[in-house]
């Protein structure tokens, strides 16, 4: 069974440092991978999906990696700000079905 | 605005009852999902449709029921055999289940066991 992980928990930085997530799944034969923002008590917001046959996705200050055959992904944010913090989630995608395999996250706070 | 609304916000129940959870998308999306999130876990599949009048049971289907009888609309029911509800709820849809489209998710519903 897939089993994802994300480490740390939970990351503290100062402003305006680079954050790196990370995010590790144990069977490479997925379909896409799925970064994702959470606020307390609301909704996730997509951030970025990276499709099994790609090796990297930039949206503005964010970039995430894929290496399917380690099992890693990897979310970077530059320049981080306070509106930064958040529980930041990543998803693979297993099967066709369009069901999302979840870590359990990596919460972050960012300091002024 | 296009989205996924869920309805209500907060929801109370008491051993015994029954609770429906709205989730509506205006997204023209095929497929719908249900999740639940515990605290400090990630989200758990409760059931996912693919299509009007179809879906399958997802990991903790157990004491949870659906339907799909418009593309909209994909309501979820905790029954009173579901052990341990209290739990965020999560709805999301997509294009297709087939693997190239984003998930896109609801804004939740809290439900609190009395």
């Known amino acids: 069974k897939q089993e994802v992980t994300q480490i740390p928990a939970a990351l503290s930085v100062p402003e305006g440092e680079n954050l790196v997530l990370n995010c590790s799944f144990t069977?490479?034969?997925?379909?896409?991978l799925q970064w994702f923002r959470q606020d307390p008590g609301k909704g996730l917001t997509s951030l970025l999906l990276?499709?099994?046959?790609?090796r990297e996705q930039t949206s503005g200050r964010l970039n995430a990696s894929l290496d399917k055959s380690s099992g890693r992904s990897t979310l970077y944010i530059a320049a981080s700000q306070p509106g930064d913090s958040a529980t930041y989630l990543c998803?693979?995608?297993?099967?066709?079905?369009?069901?999302?395999?979840f870590g359990a996250g990596t919460q972050v706070v960012v300091t002024p | 605005d296009g989205g996924i609304t869920q309805s209500p916000k907060y929801l109370f129940r008491k051993e015994g009852q029954n609770v429906t959870l709205s989730c509506e998308q205006n997204?023209?999306?095929?497929?719908m999902y249900w999740y639940r999130q515990d605290p400090g876990q990630g989200l758990r599949l409760i059931y996912y449709?693919?299509?009007?009048?179809?879906?399958q049971k997802g990991d903790i289907a157990e004491g949870y029921s659906v339907s799909r009888e418009k593309k909209e609309s994909f309501p979820l029911t905790v029954t009173s055999a579901q052990k341990n509800p209290t739990a965020f709820y999560l709805c999301?849809?997509?294009?297709?289940?087939?693997?190239?489209?984003?998930?896109?998710f609801g804004p939740g519903t809290r439900l609190t066991v009395l």
């Open positions: 998803a693979v995608l297993t099967d066709s079905w369009g069901k999302l395999q």
């Open positions: 997204l023209n999306h095929d497929a």
């Open positions: 999301a849809s997509t294009l297709s289940g087939q693997g190239l489209h984003e998930q896109f």
């Open positions: 449709s693919q299509i009007v009048n179809d879906f």
């Open positions: 069977d490479s034969a997925i379909y896409n």
């Open positions: 990276i499709q099994s046959s790609q």
